[in-house]
Antibody, heavy 122, light 107 residues
Framework: EVQLLESGGGLVKPGGSLRLSCAASGFTFSTYTMNWLRQAPGKGLQWVSSISSGSRSIYHADSVKGRFTISRDNAKNSLYLQMDSLRVEDTAVYYC???????????????WGQGTLVSVSS | EIVLTQSPDFQSVTPKEKVTITCRAS??????LHWYQQKPDQSPKLLIKYASQSISGVPSRFSGSGSGTDFTLTINSLEAEDAAAYYC?????????FGQGTKVEIK
């Protein structure tokens, strides 16, 4: 059974940092592109970042470029999102999601984690 | 950035009724359009991929159609468990984008 389990969310002040993790199990993690998406309270879904199976291709939304960094450790079956210079508008539930692709970005998102809440407030 | 516009934003429907949700893209995206269902306090679940391809385990009452800029999600014979928000998603170009969502309520 495919499982994605996010952790690392919490309350942080504007300008602060957080590192989110996503532990994957039930599939060969090293052969899939992975993504981070977010959903602000009561709002819709927003794509944040993607990383190919071997980390060669990395993409970030303009709204987080230069502040967030996606990475992965295939030996640990884990995906990460380093979030720096956090802003109030980054407040959201952050989801990791699998794309059934070795590389590239043209794909559905077939499995999602349960999400972790990041709150940015003074 | 490709903008996806869903209609309607909200729909109140009686059980067994047919539901149609449309998603219009601001430019052609071929069939790189996917549909998700999100129930309250849950993560999104993939319903339809590449406009019309069914997903294993998803009830057959859910179907999708369309290509280019106009897409439709149809729920035949709505059931109470289908109360949820529905989102379209395009993966044709970066940034990947989502529609604003359609909330389906059961009367």
């Amino acid at each position: 059974e495919v499982q994605l389990l996010e952790s690392g969310g919490g309350l942080v002040k504007p300008g602060g940092s957080l590192r989110l993790s996503c532990a994957a199990s039930g599939f060969t993690f090293s052969t899939y592109t992975m993504n981070w998406l977010r959903q602000a309270p009561g709002k819709g879904l927003q794509w944040v970042s993607s990383i190919s199976s071997g980390s060669r291709s990395i993409y970030h939304a303009d709204s987080v470029k230069g502040r967030f960094t996606i990475s992965r450790d295939n030996a640990k079956n884990s995906l990460y999102l380093q979030m720096d210079s956090l802003r109030v508008e980054d407040t959201a539930v952050y989801y990791c999601a699998r794309a059934p692709l070795y590389s590239g970005y043209d794909s559905d998102l077939d499995y999602w984690g349960q999400g972790t809440l990041v709150s940015v407030s003074s | 950035e490709i903008v996806l516009t869903q209609s309607p934003d909200f729909q109140s429907v009686t059980p067994k009724e047919k539901v149609t949700i449309t998603c219009r893209a601001s430019q052609s995206i071929g069939v790189s359009l996917h549909w998700y269902q999100q129930k309250p306090d849950q993560s999104p679940k993939l319903l339809i991929k590449y406009a019309s391809q069914s997903i294993s385990g998803v009830p057959s009452r859910f179907s999708g159609s369309g290509s280019g800029t106009d897409f439709t999600l149809t729920i035949n014979s709505l059931e109470a468990e289908d109360a949820a928000a529905y989102y379209c998603h395009q993966s044709s170009s970066l940034p990947q984008t989502f529609g604003q969502g359609t909330k389906v309520e059961i009367k």
